[in-house]
């Protein structure tokens, strides 16, 4: 799609609506592209005209319409204008989303901030299905979500941070993957010299911690897969953490276990032995066939032995990660992956909408996937199927290129909601991220005003630069409010 503007240099925001609801119509530059649109902004009101398969559509928006979510600053206010014009002309081609025109990571994070400027939960739907023109069922998860996450923002003291530890191996690449990771025979070399350095840099964090005055509340160790590693050099870097200061009064420590093919008794005493208290095991589904086809290299019988481990070892906060949509998989499949998890009772089960990034081994050997419908009744069993087993949603998150444009759940029970996740997703306070990969946020909680410092994606690059990494972190102001 070609695409021309007018009074205003926010193409990013207009590609970002039209990738959302165009997502087969690529933005060309290509002057005999067939399919074309123009964004225009005149003061407080903006026009949009698309030509789409031969049909015009024209859309728009105005500024006082915004009510309690007008932006402070021009820019943002203008943003918000151009997407929304652009936003409402498509929908007359392409029909309502169930986001409507939220095309944001942290739709949860919108309405906490409408929430903290006074508006009630009925205001805040109002606002979601009225103006945005949320299915009214997306409304609700991200009022729950909003209101989830200001109760953990309660919890949180000046000088708190958490923690993000990155692992970058796994046993094998899935199909669906982006992330910076290696499979572990192909990058065997670097296993050991990468542990040598993050057990460095470990050690290092806990002086750090102590010299900033900072509290960490809550550790993830992610990755890739943490448990890829040796019992042997997951008790070598847990052991750098034992120092730390504050470190018996964590509010959670986390190991994302991830792959059922990693886990074994040691590895899991290992865990428990330092403290961690929360686990992952993912099946992603439970058939055979779809796991073949998605490159995992286990079997469901796997998950089942490797889950009923955690329990015997005494884990008593386990996640199970789902994948609505995945190669192969149907409607009826999810249904019967999610209910034999149901009936394991983990204490959070989070429901994925799958999302096909550059990168992605799916995109260079298409399979057949799961249609837009099917993956929206994929998540609408979620959604009847957990509350009646006595789960609640509390964290959210959406990404690019997720099939039908849906979203990422998190499920708890017994109240055991993931510390981390939360702030992490909700950015409510700051986090220092170890290892390569990461990205560490210092958060100002007064403005809401995030910087982020990333760190080196690939280990080889992450081994070369650490000293670097440390000394660059001294200079980091972390906000203590």
């Given at each position: ?22 997502p ?50 021009r ?13 409402r ?9 169930a986001w ?13 901030k409408?929430?903290?400027?006074g ?24 009022i729950?979500c ?10 949180l003291?000046?000088?708190?941070v958490?923690?993000?530890i ?15 990771s290696?499979d ?9 010299p ?18 900033k005055?900072l ?49 074994t ?70 249904r ?137 972190r ?5 906000p203590?409010?």
């Amino acid at each position: 799609m070609r695409l021309l503007f007018q009074g205003h240099g926010h193409r990013y925001a207009v590609e970002q609506m039209v990738t959302m609801l165009l997502p087969g119509d690529p933005v060309s530059a290509d002057p005999a592209d067939p399919n074309q649109g123009c964004v225009t902004l005149t003061g407080d009101r903006a026009q949009a005209v698309f030509t789409v398969d031969g049909q015009r559509f024209q859309g728009q928006a105005e500024l006082g319409e915004f009510g309690l979510d007008i932006p402070a600053d021009r820019p943002a206010q203008e943003q918000r204008l151009v997407k929304m014009a652009t936003y409402r002309s498509l929908i007359q081609h392409t029909g309502k989303p169930a986001w409507g025109a939220l095309s944001g990571v942290r739709p949860a994070k919108l309405v906490r901030k409408w929430l903290e400027r006074g508006a009630d939960s009925p205001q805040c739907a109002q606002l979601l299905t009225g103006l945005y023109g949320l299915d009214r069922d997306k409304a609700i998860l991200a009022i729950r979500c909003a209101q989830e996450a200001r109760e953990i923002d309660r919890q949180l003291a000046p000088g708190d941070v958490s923690v993000y530890i990155g692992i970058p191996f796994c046993p094998s690449r899935c199909a669906y993957c982006s992330f910076i990771s290696h499979d572990v025979k192909g990058a065997l070399a670097l296993v050991e010299p990468y542990v040598d350095a993050l057990e460095r840099e470990l050690l290092w964090a806990g002086d750090y911690l102590r010299r900033k005055g900072l509290r960490p509340r809550s550790v993830y160790m992610g990755g890739g897969t943490p448990t890829t590693l040796s019992h042997q050099q997951l008790d070598r870097l847990l052991t750098a953490l034992d120092g730390w200061p504050g470190r018996s009064g964590l509010a959670e420590f986390t190991v994302e276990a991830g792959r059922p093919d990693t886990i074994t008794r040691s590895k899991l005493e290992v865990l428990k032995g330092h403290g961690v208290g929360r686990i992952s095991v993912n099946p992603q589904t439970l058939s055979d066939q779809v796991l073949q086809a998605m490159g995992r290299a286990h079997t469901a019988g796997q998950f089942r032995e490797a889950y009923a481990l955690a329990r015997q070892v005494g884990f008593d906060a386990v996640n199970t990660d789902l994948i609505a949509g995945l190669p192969q998989d149907s409607e009826a499949g999810f249904r019967a992956t999610l209910d034999e998890i149901v009936t394991l009772a983990p204490e959070e089960i989070t429901v994925h909408t799958l999302a096909l990034k550059h990168g992605a081994g799916l995109l260079a050997n298409p399979q057949r996937l799961p249609s837009a419908q099917e993956v929206a009744a994929m998540l609408a069993y979620a959604a009847q199927t957990l509350p009646a087993a006595g789960y609640r949603p509390y964290y959210l998150y959406r990404q690019k290129y997720m099939t039908g444009a849906m979203e990422n759940l998190g499920w708890t029970r017994r109240d055991r909601a993931s510390f981390y996740n939360i702030v992490m997703m909700e950015e409510l306070g700051s986090v220092l991220a170890l290892g390569s990969g990461g990205v560490t946020k210092l958060v100002d909680r007064k403005s809401g005003g995030v910087t982020r410092h990333t760190n080196p994606k690939y280990p080889k690059e992450y081994l070369e630069r650490l000293g670097d990494i440390l000394a660059e972190r001294e200079a980091f102001v972390w906000p203590v409010n």
